[in-house]
């Protein structure tokens, strides 16, 4: 699902008249004397007048390069899908707000594999960067965890997980996210740290960082999620 979701808004952004680059890494950001900003890559670099970046978890060190410090950690999620061994087994999306571990869970029908539903752990561990999250596997810890809340919650799943992934959070201390405009360069605007909760409203926070970029209004206030809360430990 969340590919599909990505496609349709890629080719949504083409038809409007963008361009797309993959397997682009940026390796450096640098903003010129005169404001045009330009970006660095293995192929060269671009400039432009304006910049918006979501870096999600190379926002660290990528927004570290125009003087953006902030306290951010990456935390690796496991992501298991379970068989449904009954076909009447309800699959609904939920939440379960009882926390262990730290954390709460939730659930999601089979939409990415038919057959399967897919139970997260809002948690992880902290790692170093983005290049480490396929160095280590889910822990036989909270493997089993997740396997005896489905044993002691969903009956008709089968005991043991099929398939194993995983995503990356990039998470603030206060797990609310940081959408900004650099305080020294105005057409430099940011938006990282979503802790696990951006993709469910990317478009919305596409829509005003498009308003940011282009000096209009936005439509929601965002001054929650200004960088300045955490002013004592960024230096920005």
Not at 62 to 77: F, N, S, T
Not at 136 to 155: L, W
Not at 175 to 182: G, I, K, N, T
Request: charged residues 25%; neutral net charge.
């Amino acid at each position: 699902m969340a590919d599909k979701c990505v496609q349709t808004l890629q080719r949504l952004f083409r038809e409007a008249g963008g361009r797309v680059v993959d397997e682009w890494p940026v390796v450096d950001v640098k903003v010129k004397p005169y404001g045009e900003v330009e970006l660095r890559g293995p192929k060269g670099s671009v400039r432009a007048a304006r910049l918006v970046m979501c870096p999600g978890p190379w926002a660290g060190p990528l927004l570290a390069k125009i003087g953006v410090h902030l306290p951010l950690q990456v935390r690796r999620i496991s992501v298991f899908y379970w068989r449904i061994r009954d076909e009447d087994t309800p699959t609904i999306s939920f939440v379960d707000t009882r926390e262990f571990d730290g954390s709460h869970t939730y659930g999601v029908p089979h939409l990415e594999y038919p057959g399967m539903m897919k139970l997260v752990h809002h948690s992880g561990p902290v790692i170093g960067g983005p290049d480490e999250r396929d160095k280590i596997g889910a822990s036989k810890q909270h493997r089993e965890m997740m396997m005896q809340y489905v044993k002691e919650n969903f009956p008709t799943l089968d005991p043991e997980p099929v398939v194993e992934e995983t995503c990356l959070y990039t998470c603030t201390p206060d797990l609310e996210f940081v959408v900004d405009r650099h305080p020294r360069h105005p057409n430099v605007i940011f938006a990282c740290g979503f802790s696990g909760t951006g993709f469910k409203i990317a478009p919305a926070i596409g829509e005003d960082l498009c308003n940011l970029a282009l000096d209009r209004p936005t439509v929601r206030d965002l001054s929650a999620f200004s960088a300045a809360r955490f002013k004592a430990k960024s230096k920005i």
